[in-house]
């Protein structure tokens, strides 16, 4: 149709493996730190593993409570109660995801925060309500800045993380879009595309 604007995703919004291993290596640093803003990157380190490990949207992030994890020793779920369009989906997560949310869980128990079914899973130290999906995005940006990676933003994990699930899923079109709730296959063939251009550029002339 004349003046509808596609949807795509450029290659160099999804991190590389080689960044991921620095920003998740950067935030684990972080989060055993002793100063006075170890509460602060802890959450850093949970959030980043969370995006990485189940693709969720920032405001779906902000918005999990305790009872939507469901953390099993082999694999979990989590439950976006209210996602894109107000659609509810399960999304399953790996072991190493659970452990994380495991030992966040406990550390939540050890801060004094409650860990009830209906209580934030991120809460603010200002409000003792969620956290914002402004206050996710600047926690992003520092952990960018202290990794000196640059040219990203929060979404940009989500993008890698539904390129990363591609290929491991052997390209399983249909897994990928109900793992990132998206609407068609014609949205989540976006990220076959970027994986495709990726590919062949790197092959040119080789």
Known sequence: MRG?????????????????????????????GRDGKKACRVLEHVVLEVALG?????????????????????????FVRCGKG????????????CRVLKMFLSHKTT??????????????SHTGAHLTTRALQKMFERLLAAAGIEHHRFHDLRHTYGSFLLRSSGNDLV?????????????TAVYLHALNAEKAVNALYS
Do not use: Y
């Not at 189940?54 to 305790?66: D, Y």
């Not at 209906?118 to 809460?123: A, D, F, R, T």
């Open 175 to 187: 897994f990928v879009r109900d793992q990132l709730g998206h609407s068609d296959l014609a949205t």
């Open 54 to 78: 189940s693709g969720l949207r920032v405001a779906e992030i902000a918005g999990l409570n305790c009872g939507d994890l469901s953390l099993g020793p082999s694999s979990g779920s989590i």
């Open 4 to 32: 509808e604007k596609k949807w795509s995703i450029s290659p160099a919004r999804l991190l590389r493996r080689e960044e991921l291993q620095l920003l998740r290596k950067c935030a684990r640093s972080r989060a055993r």
């Open 86 to 97: 107000g659609k509810q989906r399960m999304t399953i997560i790996s072991a190493q995801l």
């Open 111 to 124: 801060a004094g925060e409650s860990v009830e079914p209906g209580s934030p899973l991120l809460v603010s």
